[in-house]
């Protein structure tokens, strides 16, 4: 349920109404807004906390959320959320872009790359640190060494962070690098890391997991914020199909679908999208036509040396010209970027 305050409402006031809803059993997550506060009450349906909760003096009103997903719904928080970290804005009218490569896997391939993407306009540095790789024989990450690699690289450009992070174990540790955890599209459904991240400040981006519903990609981004983490960012990166020319389908439709269900950025990857790198530019340019928040690009000193995903990844000539022609696009449909 939402829990609508009256206009007047002071703190003191919502603290009360909070207490009340946590005393009938349910959880309540305050969401303050620009016109009036509201208060998602959240936990399974009981009878009559309806009725209690409207008779309330400070509560104008107490309607139900129809969605499966309560705090990530437009029902029960009406304007975007904005995710902001170092330089790097996801939402609210603004795409950020986030480049570099697959994984880290030295100080000269991390820190080429770094400013490569940063000269092009990104403002936020992708890598991984700890890979999930689809053959246990395959190159699995620098690990701590590649987190510090990120680290300096950030502290060299300034650039945000957003590296993945495979295991509750490990929130602590790449938490301390990362500004932006990932959660990989193979770890969508790992409830207990979802969370473990819910349970830190730090901005999430959760995949989509490539056969994942749209309504079990929103819960799995509601574990996050019922944990109290309010900075979920949503990354559509493609889904399986039939279809065997790229690696994976990518569907663009997710953007405009998702934006009239919930207020979380919408951030597209069209290199895992694709897995081409010639079909990355166009997809990139589609989905800020599609007006998505955010892009995430693969991005490598030499794709042909690269130790993972070295065919889906652009060379910085290339992604400088795929921000050109981005901004292009963004420009045209009044969006800053
Ligand atoms: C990645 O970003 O390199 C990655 C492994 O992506 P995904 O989880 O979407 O496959
Ligand atoms: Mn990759």
């Known amino acids: 349920m939402i829990v609508v305050m009256k206009q007047k409402a002071t703190d003191l006031m919502i603290q009360s109404v909070a207490e009340r809803i946590e005393s009938l059993g349910l959880k309540a997550h305050v969401i303050v807004g620009t016109e009036r506060t509201v208060i998602a009450a959240i936990g399974e349906k009981r009878n009559g906390e309806q009725e209690t909760l409207s008779g309330l003096d400070e509560v104008d009103k107490v309607v139900p959320i129809l969605a499966p997903y309560k705090i990530a719904s437009l029902e029960t928080k009406g304007e975007p959320t904005t995710v902001r970290t170092r330089g790097l804005v996801l939402g609210g009218g603004h795409v950020g872009v986030i480049a570099g490569p697959c994984s ?4 000269d391939q991390i820190l080429e790359s770094a400013r490569a993407v940063k000269a092009a306009g990104a403002t936020g540095l992708r890598g991984g640190a700890f890979k999930p790789r689809t053959s246990p024989y395959s190159f699995q990450g620098l690990k701590e060494e590649g987190l510090k690699l990120l680290a300096a690289a950030r502290d060299e450009t300034g650039l945000a962070v957003v590296t993945e992070v495979m295991t509750p174990q490990h929130v602590d540790l790449v938490g301390r690098y990362a500004d932006v955890l ?12 979802l969370q473990a991240v ?3 400040e730090t901005p999430v981006l959760l995949k989509r997991g490539p056969s994942a519903a749209i309504d079990e990609f929103l819960l799995a981004a509601e574990y996050i914020l019922d944990q109290g983490n309010p900075n979920v960012v949503l990354c559509e990166r493609g889904v399986r199909t039939f279809e065997t020319h790229t690696r994976f389908t ?4 997710t953007i405009p679908y998702l934006r009239e269900r919930t207020h979380l950025p919408i951030v597209i990857d069209p290199s895992h999208g694709t897995g081409i790198a010639s079909l990355v530019p166009p997809m990139a340019a589609a989905a800020v036509a599609a007006d998505c928040d955010g892009l995430i690009i693969e991005v490598h000193p030499d794709p042909t040396e690269a130790l993972s995903d070295g065919a889906q990844s652009l060379t910085p000539d290339q992604f400088a010209e795929t921000m050109a022609r981005c901004r292009a696009v963004a420009e045209a449909l009044g969006r800053s970027f």
């Open 104 to 107: 880290v896997e030295n100080e």
């Open 182 to 193: 990932q959660i990989g599209a193979r770890n969508m459904q790992n409830y207990h890391l």
């Open 198 to 200: 819910g349970e830190t």
């Open 250 to 253: 990518l569907p663009l439709a």
